[in-house]
Structures are given as structure tokens and as C-alpha cells.
């Protein structure tokens, strides 16, 4: 095997192993939101109030209408 070969091999080897390390930590934290979201509504919190909460990096018009009428 030449040196180019060689390159590549490692070049596309170092890629799936990031690409492998960041759908590992994505499933994890989405996994983690999950898991704090069933806990939050099995104690009684509102489930549409809830996943505002957790995904407040989204930013949605029901999100905007729960949040005026918690005042």
C-alpha cells in the first residue's frame, strides 16, 4: 500500500470515528432531555409548558402564547 493510499485510509478512519463520537453524544443528550421531560409531567408539570422548557433553543408561537399566559 502506498503512502496516498495510506492518507486517505487514515483520513476517512479519523472522519467516521468523529462523526461516530457526535451521534453518540446527540442521542445522549436528546436521551437525557427525554428522560427529565417524562419526569417533569409525571410530577404534574404541563407537558406543553415542559417541552418549552427543555427546547428553549426552539422558538415557536405556542411556546410565545404559553409563556404570556403563565403572567
Known sequence: MDSENKFWLCAWG???????????CLTAQAWNKLDKWDKAVSNGADPMVT???LYSDISTAICTI??????
Open 14 to 24: 479519523m472522519a467516521l470515528s468523529f462523526l461516530t463520537g457526535v451521534v453518540v
Open 66 to 71: 404559553l409563556a404570556q399566559n403563565r403572567k
Open 51 to 53: 417541552t418549552c422548557a
